[in-house]
């Protein structure tokens, strides 16, 4: 089992930036590529970006390409989302997710998941 925390959203104006964390705690952080997922008030959940175990790989969705940065540091058992030149369609809730392999980009390819952390964004 691996626990999820997400902290770091908050209410910000358009171009401003948000780091967003997510801790683990329970079985090996380090075994799991993480994903990060938002889901907007009446629209599907939707895939953000995702980092290999060792943290050497990742992918982004279109939407974030170049905005927004995923790293992770396996000795604090941490993720993170370096959200850049945020616009109001960011706004979401975000969820960290544990992958059950690297290049997953759908829901159901992830096995843990936290409670979110809320981003609004304001024009």
């Known amino acids: 089992q691996v626990q999820l925390v997400e902290s770091g959203g908050g209410l910000v104006q358009t171009g401003d930036s948000l780091r967003l964390s997510c801790a683990a705690s329970?079985?090996?952080?380090?075994?799991?590529?993480m994903g990060w997922f938002r889901q907007a008030p009446g629209k599907e959940r939707e895939f953000v970006a995702q980092?290999?175990?060792?943290?050497?790989?990742?992918y982004y969705a279109d939407s974030v390409k170049g905005r927004f940065t995923i790293s992770r540091d396996n000795a604090k058992n941490t993720v993170f989302l370096q959200m850049n030149s945020l616009k109001p369609e960011d706004t979401a809730v975000y969820y960290c997710?544990?992958?059950?392999?690297?290049?997953?980009?759908?829901?159901?390819?992830?096995?843990?998941w936290g409670q979110g952390t809320q981003v609004t964004v304001s024009s």
């Open positions: 997710a544990a992958a059950l392999y690297y290049g997953a980009s759908h829901g159901h390819e992830y096995k843990y």
């Open positions: 980092i290999s175990w060792s943290g050497s790989m990742t």
């Open positions: 329970g079985r090996t952080f380090s075994n799991f590529p």
